[in-house]
């Protein structure tokens, strides 16, 4: 059994056969799927599909390519939603120096305003980290947050072991079907810290690099990291569902 731990099922890409892919991930074993928002019109749309689908569950939050969006009035809107039902994070939030979309300063700010909202509502954080490792490390201790995963993870050993010390946990995506560099972080992960996620549309796995992403790819991501770490498929996959369960209070 599987848990998608980050997807984008609201994404414009699946609107033409959303019910088929959400379909074909529970044929292939995937139980649950966390959409993860990123802007107020995401944050909206995974309201209401979290009600249209028993198997989905979602996470509210800012991405910090639209962090020059935050204000009052999303703040709010995190605020008196956080609680609604099958809402079971805050994220996808953090800081991106790489596309840099919005300005640095405005990245910190909304890192650090959604970090002490998800402290107050006992919220796990899904972290977005890109060319800003030292940064997001800094916050990241500075507010004492200690529930959530570094998603998308794309650093190096160090980088992981300085996360992992902070007590997160750690998500791989397809893109250790095809990234070297991948594979020692993969190493190092505690069985207990480690989760898995597609990043859909994003982030495709071999063997369907390529095409757009979805949840029943995510075997594939599996696999490949239960070869790396010479774990059988049904002990890495059962591992990281109980992780996800651990880490994600709310999912039943």
């Known amino acids: 059994m ?9 994404h414009e890409n699946f609107d033409a056969d959303r019910d088929e892919v959400i379909n ?15 802007d107020l019109d995401t944050m909206m749309d995974t309201l209401k599909i979290v009600e249209q689908y028993d ?15 935050f204000d009052d009035s999303i703040q709010n809107y995190l605020i008196n ?10 994220g996808e939030i953090g800081l991106d120096y790489f596309k840099c979309y919005s300005k640095k300063e405005n990245q910190i700010s909304a890192f650090e305003k959604q970090l002490e909202i998800a402290k107050k509502f006992e919220k796990p954080v899904v972290i977005h980290c890109r060319d800003a490792y030292d940064e997001t490390l800094s916050i990241l201790k500075n507010s004492n947050i200690k529930h959530g995963v570094m998603h ?25 079907t095809w990234r070297k560099s991948d594979v020692l972080p993969v190493k190092i992960v505690p069985k207990d810290r480690l989760l898995l996620e597609t990043d859909c549309p ?19 991501t599996a696999q490949k990291i239960a070869d790396i770490r010479n774990e059988s498929i049904e ?18």
């Open 2 to 10: 599987y848990i998608d731990s980050h997807a984008h099922i609201t």
């Open 202 to 220: 994003y982030m495709t796995p071999s063997p369907n690099r390529g095409k757009r992403n979805e949840p029943a790819f995510i075997i594939h």
């Open 152 to 176: 998308c993870f794309s650093g190096n050993e160090k980088q992981a072991e300085d996360f992992l010390e902070l007590g997160l946990h750690i998500s791989f995506t397809g893109t250790v």
């Open 55 to 69: 198997s989905i569950y979602g996470t509210l939050g800012i991405h910090p390519h639209h962090a020059d969006d």
């Open 235 to 252: 002990e890495l996959s059962s591992n990281c569902f109980q992780n996800t369960l651990t880490l994600f209070r709310g999912l039943d």
């Open 24 to 38: 074909r991930a529970i044929e292939n074993k995937i139980e649950k799927i966390i959409n993860v928002s990123y």
């Open 81 to 90: 939603y956080l609680k609604y039902r099958k809402i079971i994070a805050l």
